[in-house]
């Protein structure tokens, strides 16, 4: 059985950092890509960051590049996503999801592909 669990959220000021991590198990971690995505109130869920766990590839979208950084240890089987000058536009629901590799395609703004989610994360940043 396939579970990721996050960890991480919380509050924080608008220029702080936050560093989630989602812990995997149920599945050959370099066989899966596995992605982070947010849900904000109101507003549908958006694919924030991936990284494939054979080769390491990553994306991230418009809206994070250079402030968030996605990585993973193997051996830990946990990706983090690193957020950084972090804005109040970035609070939202956050959820780990895994796809296998081959099955998981990025569009400009979105993934698809993902068959397993967490539960979430909460992250608030005040003004």
Same mark, same amino acid.
């Given at each position: 059985? *396939?579970?990721?669990?996050?960890?991480?959220?919380?509050?924080?000021?608008?220029?702080?950092?936050?560093?989630?991590?989602?812990?995997?198990?149920?599945?050959?971690?370099?066989?899966?890509?596995?992605?982070?995505?947010? /849900?904000?109130?109101?507003?549908?869920?958006?694919?924030?960051?991936?990284?494939?766990?054979?080769?390491? /590839?990553?994306?991230?979208?418009?809206?994070?590049?250079?402030?968030?950084?996605?990585?993973?240890?193997?051996?830990?089987?946990?990706?983090?996503?690193?957020?950084?000058?972090?804005?109040?536009?970035?609070?939202? *629901?956050?959820?780990?999801?895994?796809?296998?590799?081959?099955?998981?395609? *990025?569009?400009?703004?979105?993934?698809?592909?993902?068959?397993?989610?967490?539960?979430?994360?909460?992250?608030?940043?005040?003004?």
């Amino acid at each position: 059985e *396939v579970q990721l669990v996050e960890s991480g959220g919380g509050l924080v000021q608008t220029g702080g950092s936050l560093r989630l991590s989602c812990t995997a198990s149920g599945f050959i971690f370099e066989d899966y890509a596995i992605g982070w995505f947010r /849900q904000a109130p109101g507003k549908e869920r958006e694919g924030v960051s991936l990284i494939r766990g054979s080769v390491g /590839q990553t994306w991230y979208a418009d809206s994070v590049k250079g402030r968030f950084t996605i990585s993973s240890d193997k051996t830990k089987r946990t990706v983090f996503l690193k957020m950084n000058n972090l804005k109040p536009e970035d609070t939202a *629901v956050y959820y780990c999801a895994a796809g296998p590799s081959h099955a998981v395609v *990025v569009f400009s703004t979105t993934i698809s592909g993902m068959d397993s989610w967490g539960k979430g994360t909460e992250v608030t940043v005040s003004s």
